[in-house]
Nanobody, 126 residues
C-alpha cells in the first residue's frame, strides 16, 4: 500500500485545515487507517483512526470534538478534518495504514502499521 498525504499549511489559531491521504495498491475499505503527528522536539503520537468498516473512529483526548477522520471510498482517500486548531496542534502529520484488525488500545501502536505516508507540516500560529 502506498500512501500520499497532503493538505498541510500555516493557519492561525481557531482556523480549520483538512488533510488528505490518498491510498493506492489496496482499497481503503481493506485497511485500518490512522493519523499520527510529531510535534517539534517530541515523539510521534496517535491522533485519530478509522476502522476498516468505516463505522468506528478513535481519537486522542486532546483532539476529540475538534478533529474528524473520514474517508471517501470512491476516491480511496482518508481525510483528517481539523477544526478550532491550537498552537499545540503544530506538528508533522502522517497517515498510516494497517491490514490488521486493530482494537482501540492497539490503534496507537505504530509497529502495527504496514504503510506510512510522507509527513505533511501543519503550523498553527497564535
Amino acid at each position: 500500500v502506498q500512501l500520499q498525504a497532503s493538505g498541510g499549511g500555516l493557519v492561525q489559531a481557531g482556523e480549520s485545515l483538512s488533510l488528505s491521504c490518498a491510498a493506492s495498491g489496496r482499497a481503503v475499505t481493506d485497511l485500518y487507517t490512522t493519523w499520527f503527528r510529531q510535534p517539534p522536539g517530541k515523539e510521534r503520537e496517535f491522533v485519530g483512526g478509522l476502522s476498516r468498516s468505516g463505522t468506528t473512529t478513535y481519537y486522542r483526548d486532546s483532539v476529540k470534538g475538534r478533529f474528524t477522520v473520514s474517508r471517501d471510498n470512491a476516491k480511496n482517500t482518508v481525510y483528517l478534518q481539523m477544526n478550532s486548531l491550537k498552537p499545540e496542534d503544530t506538528a508533522i502529520y502522517y497517515c498510516a495504514a494497517s491490514l490488521r484488525t486493530l482494537t482501540a488500545p492497539l490503534m496507537s501502536d505504530m509497529s502495527l502499521y504496514d504503510s506510512w505516508g510522507q509527513g505533511t507540516q501543519v503550523t498553527v500560529s497564535s
